[in-house]
C-alpha cells in the first residue's frame, strides 16, 4: 500500500448510511469509519429514498453524492432486479468518470453500473452482504402475503441471473466464509472480509441478567418468523422472561406475545438501547432460517451479551461457531435455557471470546486492512 500520496475511492452505498441501524448499513457506516482512521479518502455516493441527507457523512468522508432511487411500479416488470434498476443514475455514472479512483460497490444492489464500458479498465470491488438470491428467495418462503410472496421470488429469480455482472469486477469482499465459497466456485479474486461493526473490544458486564433476549428488525420475515418461532416452541411452557426487541413487528407477533406474561415486546427502540438490551441480558437467544451473509447481531451479542443461544443457520461456517450453545431442536433449547440462565459468564469465556473475535479476522482493523489491500495491492 503506498505511503507517498493522498489514496481516494469511490464508495457506492444502497442506502444512507445514516441512522446506523440495520445490518447493511451498519457495515456500510462502520467501514466508512475504517477507511477514515487509516487515512483513505472516500468519496460516498448514496441512494436517496426516505432517509435524509446527513451532515456526519461529510466528516467522514472527502465527498458526498446523494441521488434519487427511482422507485417507480413498472420497474418491477423489468429484465433487472427491481433492487438494482431502481439506483440506476446517469449523474451518478458521470461522477466516477472524474478520474480515475478505485470503485467499491456496496452489495448487488449498488452493481448498475458494474458492467459498463465506460468503467471496463477501473478497477471495481463489489462487496457482498448476502447470496442475494438465496437470500430473497428465503424471504419468499416467510412471507404470509401473497404479492410480497411473488415478488421475493420474482427478484431472486432475477437475482440469480444478475449476478453474473460479478464477472466484470476485479475483486469481491464476501461477508462471510460460506458466502466466499459460493462465489469463488463462479469468480476471480474472492476474499473474505467480515462484517464491520461498533465493537472496539469485547467488553461483557459481570454478574446476571434476568431475561433473554432476541432483537432484530421485526419488518423483516425471517426475523419476525424466529420471534414467533421462540414464542410458540420454546418460551410457551419456561419460566424464563423473553424480552423481543425490534421495529414494525407483524400483527400476529404483537397478539401473541401480548397473551404470554413471561414476554416482553420492545418496539421504537433505538440503537443504544438495543445495545443494552444485548449487555445486560443473561442470555442472548438468536435462532435464524436464514444460512446466508453473516448477522451483526450475532457479533453484538458475542462483543457485549453474557450466554449465545444460536441454532446451525446463525453459526453455520462462520468461524463463530465455539463461542455460542447451538441448539436445533425446541426441547434442547428449553433445556439449555434452563442451564444458561443459572450460570455466570466466566473469564475463560471472556478470554475464548477476545482470541477469536479480535484475531480471527472479526474486528475492524483485520477487515480494513484485508479491503485496503483489495483496493491497493
Known sequence: MPKTKELHIHQISFDIPIPVNYGGVIDV?????????????VHLHCFQYGRKKEKE????????????????????????PYIVDTRSSEDLLKNLLKDDYPILFEGLHSCFHLNSDLLKNRKKIVRTHNIEHDYYSNLAKVEKNIFKRYYFFNEASKLKRFEEVLNHANG???????????????????TQVSAFHPNEDVVIKKG???????????????????ALFLIKEIFNDINIPLIIAGNKPSKELVELANNNKNIELKTGVSS??????????????????QATGIK????????????CIVNTPMVFQTGLEDLCSIQDSPENMKSELKRLFKLEFNEDEIKKRKEILLKNGF???????????ILFP
Open 172 to 190: 469481491i469482499a464476501a461477508i462471510s466464509k460460506n458466502d466466499k465459497i459460493h462465489f469463488e466456485k463462479q469468480y476471480k479474486n474472492v
Open 29 to 41: 457506516y462502520f467501514k466508512l469509519k475504517a477507511l477514515k482512521n487509516i487515512g483513505i479518502k
Open 272 to 289: 443504544n438501547k438495543i445495545y443494552e438490551l444485548v449487555a445486560n441480558a443473561q442470555i442472548n437467544i438468536l435462532p435464524t432460517f
Open 296 to 307: 451483526l447481531k450475532l457479533l453484538s451479542a458475542l462483543y457485549t451479551g453474557r450466554h
Open 363 to 373: 474486528s475492524n482493523l483485520s477487515n480494513i486492512n484485508k479491503l485496503v489491500k
Open 208 to 226: 446476571f441478567g434476568n431475561y433473554a433476549l432476541y432483537h432484530g428488525s421485526l419488518e423483516v420475515g425471517e426475523n419476525n418468523q424466529a
Open 57 to 80: 457523512l461529510e466528516d467522514l468522508c472527502e465527498s458526498v453524492n446523494y441521488y434519487k432511487r427511482r422507485i417507480n411500479k413498472t420497474k418491477l416488470f423489468k429484465r433487472l
